[in-house]
């Protein structure tokens, strides 16, 4: 089952009380979005390109949690034969969206500037894991 979380964003100031920036939260243990048995065990950030993407591949040993922290991305499944989408990014709430493994995945840059990705799968990536699947999306039209 695919899970989604939207991530507030909170202003942040400095001492003076001027505004400095914001916060996202993206993982709060508190929050309880992640299963015990699917908590992060990695983090890294994965950028996607103007115009470009990244996929479609399948992961049959690992699950992918990603959370689009600058720009904005859609992603593609393909659940029983049917694509679903799913966004995160500056226009969706920074939403974190988790892919179970086995289900094929495409993430699409859809915004004007490069999207800054942060993915916290489960388990870790090793070289040694082999858990990198090309997959056919050519049946999808990408908007």
Known sequence: MIRIKKNQK??????SGRINGN????????????????????????TIKVNAS???????????HFTCIKGNIKIVVKINSKY??????????FASIIIPKGLPALLVNIGDDEAFVINTPNPAWTE???DEHDYDFSDYYIK
């Not at 679903?84 to 709430?93: C, H, L, P, V």
């Open 128 to 130: 040694e894991m082999n």
């Open 23 to 46: 916060l996202i939260t993206i993982y709060n243990d508190n929050d309880k979005f992640y299963l015990s048995s699917d908590a992060p065990k990695q983090v890294y950030v994965t």
């Open 10 to 15: 909170f202003q942040t100031k400095d001492k």
């Open 54 to 64: 990244k996929g479609p591949h399948l992961h049959y040993k690992r699950q992918g």
């Open 84 to 93: 679903e989408e799913y966004f995160s990014g500056e226009d969706y709430e």
